[in-house]
């Protein structure tokens, strides 16, 4: 197994994490809490290197008084497992992506609709613009939405085929994860597509023994989590953009002293912004690396609008029954500004 990519840790967004962290004048407390957080990121991966940095600087800044510990690769499980652990105490924390953040509160992946967000700029106007629904929503269900942590912007990528239309993927090899809403009612419009349900952590193996040949990702992720190792094309069209977020559990942020609670929530916002301009700039490194080893392609005008036309079907029959109609209407209107 091919060893994970090593990134430099002395980037500009992890140079000003510290900057932030380092110069605030630290909190006391009598007593030394430490916070258990999930993720399914490599602890030497880009968002691995943000994690330590963000927890150095966060035991400075309070003295010693509030940690952060880090289970790397899904030690804690998957993310249904992550978020089940945090509801019942065994987690206090969790850096998921919008799968994760959508079984806290599902309309948060209308960010995530396949062919509605394409640049970051949109991406950014819309999130920004609904940050405050969205906060409340998940304080409502009992968690701290810290800060945000895009993943990437995803491609589809494949093993020994192109795949220029929709109808290109039946009969593959595709999978759905558990806990997303979209997928599903995808390629039951496709058609002709059994998706397998699979764990993050499983879809390495099952590249491995060819059961799946058909991976839609962003590039930096499908090259930490190994994937990109076991494809060989990739469509250069973004499908959409994966998002992802650092979330706590209300009932431990209510335990801590103000003075910690307020160094959690501050560096929380830091590490969200830091992360999320390190990987935006890593994916784009990652996508480079892989057009040069894989084989690229390019989808024609009407081959691009038949994925158009399906993508405006799964969304359609999505709103307003697996979304709010208010929130997935915000959303589409923000992603034409």
Request: aromatic share 8%; charged share 20%; net charge neutral.
């Amino acid at each position: 197994m091919p060893p994970v990519r090593k990134t430099p840790l002395l980037l500009v967004a992890c140079q000003c994490i510290l900057t932030v962290l380092l110069v605030t004048q630290p909190a006391r407390s009598a007593e030394s809490t430490t916070l258990q957080m999930g993720t399914l990121a490599p602890a030497a991966s880009p968002w691995g290197q943000v994690f330590k940095v963000w927890a150095k600087g966060l035991s400075e800044r309070t003295g010693g008084a509030l940690a952060l510990q880090f289970f790397w690769n899904g030690q804690q499980g998957d993310e249904v497992a992550m978020v089940a652990k945090m509801r019942t105490g065994q987690l206090d924390g969790a850096a998921l992506t919008a799968t994760g953040l959508a079984l806290i509160y599902r309309d948060v992946l209308v960010l995530q609709l396949p062919g509605l967000f394409r640049t970051w700029e949109r991406l950014d106007t819309a999130r920004n613009a609904m940050r405050g629904g969205f906060d409340a929503q998940f304080e409502r269900r009992g968690f701290k939405l810290l800060g945000w942590g895009d993943v990437g912007m995803a491609h589809l990528m494949t093993k020994g085929f192109e795949v220029h239309t929709p109808a290109d993927l039946k009969h593959r090899g595709c999978f759905i994860l558990a806990g997303d809403p979209i997928a599903p009612m995808f390629y039951s419009i496709v058609g002709d597509v059994t998706p397998r349900q699979l764990g993050v952590t499983e879809i390495l193996a099952g590249l491995t023994s060819n059961t799946i040949n058909v991976v839609n990702a962003p590039a930096i992720a499908a090259e930490q989590l190994q994937w990109a190792s076991r494809l060989d094309h990739i469509d250069r069209d973004v499908s959409g953009i994966g998002i992802g977020g650092l979330v706590v559990a209300s009932p431990k942020l209510a335990s801590l002293p103000a003075d910690a609670y307020a160094a959690l929530v501050d560096t929380g916002r830091v590490a969200g912004d830091a992360l999320t301009l390190r990987i935006r700039r890593e994916d784009e490194a990652a996508f480079e690396r892989l057009k040069a080893r894989m084989t690229t392609y390019d989808t024609t005008a009407d081959e691009q609008a038949q994925w158009a036309h399906i993508f405006r079907e799964t969304s359609a029959r999505l709103r307003g029954t697996t979304f709010d109609a208010a929130v997935f209407d915000a959303a589409v209107a923000y992603s034409q500004q």
